[in-house]
């Protein structure tokens, strides 16, 4: 970025309100993200939070447009937008939040008192997640170094949010283990009883000053969730009296819908006498051995298949699952079902390499329907898709792949189909995406990612300095990057970028361009896109950008036959390159009844010349004809000049 982009960029204010102080960091407010000091400039008390975001994690931007004003025991996100990243190295987004009160409680984990635990941290928080569940919106983030508190007796106040996916930076053993055992990326909204769980552990955390199973590893801990059930899990080296206990049991449950609302929680008296109605999973005597790990249910049986798909397709179809599921486990039903499963997919022809994918897939869902959507080692919910694709696209092949898939296929309806999912958000519309994805083309995928992260940046390796997120934004790096001659402004991820957050009309001017078959064809899509894209984005003068398009311009002018003409057009060109207006000078250069009648001209001395040429062959035969008659005849006067002087010579000899 030029030097004064980022001067008129540092004197922005976000919203109009914000200015964001990079040099000021503010290493606990951000919950694991950067987060830097940001003054209001509309409000006495101007001290508030910037949180950056990643180029390569999208921010909850249904979270951001819904939630714009404060909210007790909350920091909420007052406003969002682009700023100088530290050291003026280019760009960055920020969400401005209000501040945190103090410290996060993770600063010293000390032991609370219950009723400092129900009074200043469960009925705050519950009060918080009461307003957000009733606007159908879940938090994600509730852990230790995500809440504060200014004193000692003040209420907790909870974290931001916003500027990343959701749960994407929770601890594994804030999670329940259905979303714990996810990518990071892939955890999706969740639904309340998400945050609920969350809240649940963050209160075991400081009832006993520790974080609960803080030695084990991810997949160890969550076995143990999985074979005694969460609160027995994380319960185990705590000691809590029985109220707690009752509730902590609750708000642990295996099944969301038994948890408690955050409006019950803020009022305990509608959580007395609760109690979680769980039937207890069926457990065999003799273990199945998956590896190193004995299995004894069809939960952890369920689990163990996911974390290695080739052991697990070779079990399947060897048979030796459902026979520890008939003798082992008695379960004849479950048995019977994955027999089906295999039977099918060994029957059928058209999954190609996506068979034993399939199988284990449906196979997972059969033996546990509260597991996410497993597919090729990759734990996931449907309505994480997009952010799975941002992390794909920014470093992990493995990742990629599995989205490109499962978006381009109806291997999500299936798997949602085959199971009952309650109180999950919706899958993002994958029968629109699946036909951008089918309609292939250069750069699908792309269009995909820009259209389902619609606050991420061009990823284009010319915008890495610039956090291009709109159109306009779009067209002030044109103007930037005009400056620096670039043999051409748009490549295949800005031609994806401006497809997917473009109009219509756009779309399928990318689409012209995608399709150019050589380089001439090209340069001209690529004009007239820019011209477009200025009258629709950006109708104000662009020098910088109308010069460069003149640079690509002049060679046009060499069609034109007269030079005066010529001549007169290229002094027009310069002129209107500083108007700024890329249709000014498109129109010039395709001004079509002009280069008619400079056409008809150029025909018109093209024939006179011609005639011209003609006179002259015409002269220059006749001047031919002239010379061979005067050849001849002056050989015929020469012939008869020597026959006289013969005859003569004759004639004095017989004198």
């Known amino acids: 970025m030029a030097d004064g982009s980022l001067v008129a960029l540092s004197n922005t204010l976000i919203g109009g309100r914000f200015a964001v102080d990079t040099s000021q960091v503010l290493a606990d407010a951000g ?7 940001a003054r209001d400039r509309a409000a006495a008390d101007g001290r508030r939070v910037a949180l950056a975001v990643s180029r390569d994690a999208s921010p909850r931007a249904r979270h951001l447009k819904m939630l714009d004003e404060p909210i007790d025991y909350l920091m909420a996100p007052l406003s969002h937008g682009i700023a100088p990243n530290p050291g003026g190295n280019g760009e960055g987004y920020f969400v401005v939040c209000t501040s945190p009160p103090g410290p996060p409680v993770s600063a010293a984990l000390n032991v609370w008192p219950e009723k400092a635990l129900i009074d200043l941290v469960l009925r705050p928080i519950a009060a918080v997640l009461d307003i957000l569940h009733a606007r159908r919106l879940t938090h994600r983030a509730i852990r230790p170094n995500n809440v504060f508190q200014g004193a000692p007796g003040q209420p907790v106040t909870l974290g931001a949010a916003w500027a990343a996916p959701p749960a994407m930076h929770q601890p594994g053993v804030f999670e329940s283990p259905y979303s714990a055992m996810c990518h990071p990326a892939c955890r999706g909204d969740g639904s309340i009883g998400d945050d609920v769980y969350a809240l649940g552990v963050l209160l075991l955390t400081l009832s006993g000053g520790k974080i609960p199973m803080a030695s084990m590893d991810d997949a160890t801990r969550v076995r143990w969730q999985l074979d005694l059930g969460s609160f027995a899990a994380l319960t185990r080296e705590f000691s809590l009296s029985g109220a707690l206990a009752d509730l902590l049991r609750l708000m642990l449950a295996e099944d969301p819908e038994q948890r408690p609302l955050p409006s019950q929680l803020v009022d305990l008296a509608t959580t007395r006498g609760r109690r979680v109605a769980a039937r207890p999973a069926r457990r065999s005597q003799n273990p199945l051995m998956l590896q190193d790990t004995a299995v004894f249910d069809a939960r952890t049986l369920a689990y163990g298949l996911f974390l290695d798909e080739k052991k697990a397709v070779q079990f399947l179809r060897n048979g030796l699952v459902t026979q520890w599921l008939r003798r082992g486990l008695g379960d004849a039903g479950s048995a019977t079902q994955i027999e089906e499963l295999v039977r099918g997919r060994v029957a059928e022809t058209k999954s190609g390499s996506w068979s034993d994918s399939l199988l284990l897939m449906h196979t997972i869902s059969a033996l546990n329907f509260r597991m996410p959507l497993c597919w090729r080692g990759i734990a ?17 092949a493995e990742l990629l792949a ?20 309650s109180r999950r958000p919706d ?21 995909l990612f820009y259209a389902s992260n619609p606050l991420l940046p061009c990823r284009s390796p010319t915008t890495t300095t610039a956090w291009v997120a709109t159109m306009p934004d779009l067209m002030r790096f044109f103007e930037t990057a005009a400056e620096r001659e670039e043999d051409s402004l748009i490549d295949l991820h800005i031609s994806a970028f401006i497809a997917a957050r473009g109009d219509r009309k756009i779309e399928l001017q990318v689409s012209g361009l995608a399709g150019a078959k050589d380089a001439e064809s090209f340069r001209r899509a690529e004009l007239a896109l820019l011209q477009d894209l200025q009258a629709r984005y950006h109708p104000s003068p662009m020098p910088a950008l109308a010069k460069w398009v003149a640079g690509r311009l002049r060679p046009d002018l060499q069609r034109w036959r007269n030079k005066p003409r010529r001549e007169a057009m290229r002094a027009r060109l310069d002129a209107l390159t500083q108007s700024g207006s890329l249709s000014r000078l498109l129109e010039l250069v395709e001004d079509r009844s002009a280069w008619v009648l400079d056409s008809a001209g150029a025909r018109l001395a093209a024939n006179e010349v011609a005639k011209i040429d003609a006179e002259m062959a015409a002269i220059d035969h006749e001047d031919k004809a002239r010379f061979a008659e005067a050849e001849r005849f002056g050989r015929a006067i020469a012939g008869g000049i020597g026959l006289s002087a013969f005859i003569l010579m004759v004639m004095s000899v017989l004198l």
């Open 380 to 396: 996931l919910w449907p309505e994480a898709l997009p952010a799975m694709l941002a992390d794909g696209i920014a470093s992990n």
């Open 31 to 37: 919950g694991g993200l950067p987060a830097y000091l």
């Open 402 to 421: 599995a989205a490109e898939e499962l978006l381009s296929t109806d291997v999500v309806t299936s798997w949602s189909e085959a199971g009952a999912r």
């Open 427 to 447: 899958a993002p519309d994958l029968p629109s995406q699946r036909q951008v994805l089918q309609g292939g083309g250069p750069g699908a995928l792309l269009r």
